[in-house]
């Protein structure tokens, strides 16, 4: 029998030649219809220090562009190769970009009120919420929990604030421990042909027959484990009947009162040392809406996570302004945050219209949400992916960045830059590769330990923040 083994081994030899030769072909190459991509097989057996995490084909830091609202149109879309026309300088120079918040209100005092409801905590005896929307970047309460622990160490406070009724990262968290079952769950992201009541932070919950959910306290953080008032948020079209039993106590039954289509709140309180352990049984009932509960200690500052895995921002939209206005004569948020933009940024970035378009419509739809309320915007940060075949932050991260500070400018909002913030082009992929790992090797998501990090910049901003209202407000 003839031996084949040279001809085999040759062939093989030839078609590994060809493919690495793929990676000397231009991107873009055109052969008739097809276009070619750039491709490196040796990708995945190259050492990680040898990748590139700075090949962003994009401006500096320093002279980065932004997208006027005058360049944008139908006829003029902006794309990743589009030369960006810049429009008026912001009142904030890009040499501080990532440092400061940037405050684009109207009087250039964006903060001032939620700084006085800081300070009212310890004369008055206030309670400050803030509310922060955003995607998957905090779901698990990454980031927002090691920045809700810091602030209540130095402001007061106590138990994470408003928490679900049910959430695909229960067994992630380490804030609370979080048990359920027997729950129907629609969500603005999820569920968007349905016609419900979506509540504050874009979900809805009904109950089956049995529906059970339990909140206990967590050990990790310094203030998670004890909360003194548990407020349970509802809408019923009559009494529905509800069997509850805190920390060791034996179970009660209440009935919960019924007032049309009005949100109504349950709550009960224990001394200290607090609660620890909640559960609620209910039975199935017509027109029952739960929207979620608070875990809350008395005054000091609470973080409420509205984290919605997949949310774009345009969503939100699906949320009823009447509603949010009689959640917040409970609530009351003196600052509301919204950090999204994970699930828009891509490396193709052919149109931005589409997006800067739905921004655009959520920023206006927040603040008819939440009239009078300082809003923040936190942008896009970094994300690394796969560019011309080599590891690197995708092209269209330092265009949203710039699209979200603009419109943050034109809807007189505040804004702060997370992409260089956290460090720029690369850092993702800089994170992934630290020991511990501080995210993930998706390149997209933080893992605790760097949610850590960035929540501890996070309070340090904060800090420096109030030190210059501070100085801004008291008299020389």
């Known amino acids: ?25 231009p991107d873009g190459w055109q052969i008739g219809n097809f276009t070619l991509r750039r491709m490196d097989v040796l990708y995945d057996i190259r050492p990680e220090d040898a990748l590139s995490i700075d090949t962003l084909t994009a401006q500096p ?3 980065l562009a932004y997208f006027a609202p005058d360049t944008v149109s139908a006829e003029n879309p902006v794309t990743a190769d589009s030369t960006i026309k810049a429009g008026p300088l912001p009142p904030v120079d890009s040499m501080f970009f990532g440092s400061i918040i940037e405050d684009y209100t109207p009087d250039q005092s964006g903060l001032h009120r939620f700084f006085a409801a800081i300070d009212s905590i310890k004369s008055h005896g206030n309670t400050v919420r803030v509310a922060f929307y955003g995607d998957s970047f905090i779901e698990g309460d990454i980031l927002v929990g090691d920045l809700r622990d810091t602030l209540q160490t130095l402001w007061g406070g106590a138990g994470v604030g408003f928490v679900p009724i049910t959430s695909e990262v229960a067994r992630f968290k380490r804030t609370l421990q979080h048990n359920y079952r027997g729950w129907n769950t629609f969500s603005v992201v999820k569920n968007r042909e349905a016609h419900v009541p979506f509540g504050l932070n874009g979900s809805v919950y009904f109950p089956q027959s049995g529906a059970f959910v339990q909140y206990m306290g967590a050990r990790y953080f310094h203030h998670t484990q004890f909360w003194r008032q548990f407020r ?21 039954n209440v009935l919960l009162p019924a007032k049309g289509n009005q949100l109504q709140m349950w709550s009960t309180e224990a001394n200290y040392p ?9 039975s199935t009932a017509d027109s029952f809406h739960v929207y979620g509960a ?16 997949g949310n774009t921002g345009g969503p ?15 609530q009351q948020y003196d600052l509301v945050i919204l950090q999204v933009g994970l699930n828009a940024v891509s490396n193709s970035l052919n149109n931005l219209n589409w997006y800067r378009a739905e921004l655009d ?25 796969k560019v011309d075949g080599r590891l690197a932050t995708m092209r269209g991260v330092p265009y949203i960045v710039a699209m979200q ?42 893992t605790h330990e760097g949610g850590r990090q960035v929540g501890y910049m996070f309070a340090r901003l904060f800090l420096a923040e109030q030190r210059k209202n501070h100085q801004q407000t008291t008299p020389q």
């Open 1 to 25: 029998m003839k031996n084949y083994l040279g001809q085999g081994l040759g062939l093989t030899a030839l078609v590994c030649l060809g493919m690495i030769g793929l990676y000397f072909v």
């Open 61 to 63: 830091s320093d002279t």
């Open 232 to 252: 349970l948020f509802y809408s019923a079209q009559e009494g529905v009947g509800m069997q509850w039993a805190r920390n060791t106590d034996p179970p009660q």
């Open 274 to 282: 607090g609660i620890s352990n909640i559960s609620l049984h209910f």
């Open 294 to 309: 608070a875990l809350e200690d008395g005054p000091g500052i609470y973080f409420d996570n509205f984290s919605v895995r």
């Open 316 to 330: 939100l939209m699906r949320i009823n302004p009447a509603l949010v206005h009689q959640f917040d004569r409970y």
């Open 361 to 385: 419509r959520t920023y206006a739809h927040l603040r008819s949400c939440f009239p009078g309320r300082p809003i923040l915007i936190i942008s896009l940060g970094d994300r690394g992916g």
């Open 405 to 446: 500070r603009d419109l943050a400018r034109k809807h007189g909002f505040l804004f702060y830059d997370l992409f260089h913030g956290m460090g720029g082009p690369g850092v993702m992929i800089a994170m992934a590769n630290e020991k511990p790992m501080l995210a993930n090797k998706d390149y997209t998501h933080l």
